[in-house]
Every structure is written in C-alpha cells, then in structure tokens.
C-alpha cells in the first residue's frame, strides 16, 4: 500500500535553533498537510500544499512541496518553547481514492 | 463553538466487553473518520465516511465496526475488545473527504485488561 516515510523521528534542539522534519512518498501526492500535535492533545491542521514547488509561509514556520510532489519540508526558524510537540505530514494519493496516508510524525523536544 | 466531540475520553475495560466510543460534530461536514494513534505508528485510520449510510474500510478495520445514520454522529464500536487495541483514538472530520482539512475531536484513550 502506499506509504508516507517522515524522519527524524525526534529532534532535540537548543531553544533558538531551527528544527526540520522530511516526509517521502514513492509516489505522486495529490497534495500534502501538515499537522501538529501538542503534548496531550490532538492533531491540529497547520497547512495545506498542492503545487509542485509550493512555497508557503506562516511566520517561523516554512513549508516546501518538492517538484514532482514527492516530498515535502517543514522547518521551523529560532525554535520557541510553544513550538513543543509532534508534527506530522499526510499525504494524499489521487490513485488511492485520495486517501490520506499519516507520516509517523517527529516529535520537537527542547532541551532545557 | 465549531468542534469535535468524543466520550468518553478515558475508558478502561476488559477483554470481550463490548463498548462504543461516540463521535459527533456540528459543522455539517459529509466526511468523518476513526484514527488509531500508537508510539512511532503514527495516525492510521480504522473507518471513515463519506456520507450517510456509507461507510468504508481504512488500514486497520478488523475488531471495528462503525455506523453513519445521521451526518453528524459517527460512533465507533468495539465488540469485543481485546488488549492490542489499546490505543488513542481520534475521530476527525472534514467538509468533503481525505483531501480536505481534517478537524480533530480532543481523543479517547482505551486501556483493555
């Protein structure tokens, strides 16, 4: 079936330094969403990418959707203490009946 | 208030004893669907619907059953529980289906002994 990789699977970080989670897919997404998860808490929709090359933009917050809608990025510029938690990516296969694949998340940890 | 949600949040149980976790909405959404989120798993998804009365399989159905008889309650049903479904579980909805933004109930937590 289709898959969605996502890595690392943890980062540590030093509070001020950038933080970056990859998601791969072997095949074509129909488009990708990012979500994050507080500790404790559910999965709440950060953004949605569904151009080749996407760039988009919210704040610290930078996500990229790669040229042949294989791969995706997010990366988080001068990591903050209320940027704790997991990020994941799920992608969406237009072969599969659009169906969302969940990449298995990486959890942001900020080291004290 | 726009949301999603779930009772009950905590639930422990034992092994064969049936139980149902409800699922409800209010923002008129067609589509609704049943996550199971387990360490380093992910979120994998047990049912979803993309209307009412329609239901259909995700990754990991089996010892599942679901029911869509109004568009705005979506329970997930556990016949006979058993210890490997343990787990967190997250109903989510969205205007139309997979492609559109999921929106997350707050979660219920399942221990089976």
């Known amino acids: 079936g289709q898959q969605v990789m996502q890595i690392p699977q943890y980062q540590h970080v030093q509070e001020g330094e950038d933080f970056t989670t990859y998601c791969n897919s072997s095949t074509t997404l129909s488009n990708i969403q990012w979500y994050k998860q507080r500790p404790g808490g559910h999965p709440v929709f950060l953004i949605q990418?569904?151009?080749s090359g996407e760039v988009k933009k919210q704040k610290r917050l930078t996500f990229q959707f790669g040229e042949a809608k294989k791969n995706s990025s997010l990366h988080i510029t001068a990591t903050q203490t209320t940027d704790v938690g997991t990020y994941f990516c799920?992608?969406?296969?237009?072969?599969?009946?659009?169906?969302?694949?969940w990449g298995a998340g990486t959890k942001l940890i900020i080291k004290p | 208030e726009a949301q999603v949600t779930q009772n009950p949040r905590y639930l422990i149980t034992v092994t064969g004893k049936k139980l149902t976790v409800t699922c409800s909405q209010n923002?008129?959404?067609?589509?609704m669907s049943w996550y199971r989120q387990d360490p380093g798993l992910g979120l994998r998804q047990i049912y979803y619907s993309m209307n009412v009365e329609v239901t259909d399989k995700g990754d990991v159905p089996e010892g599942y059953k679901v029911s869509r008889k109004e568009k705005r309650n979506f329970p997930l049903i556990l016949e006979s529980p058993s210890p490997n479904q343990t787990s967190l579980y997250f109903c989510?909805?969205?205007?139309?289906?997979?492609?559109?933004?999921?929106?997350f109930g707050p979660g219920t937590r399942l221990l089976v002994l």
């Open positions: 989510a909805s969205s205007l139309v289906g997979h492609q559109e933004t999921q929106y």
């Open positions: 799920a992608g969406c296969f237009k072969d599969s009946n659009y169906q969302l694949i």
């Open positions: 990418l569904v151009k």
């Open positions: 923002m008129n959404h067609e589509y």
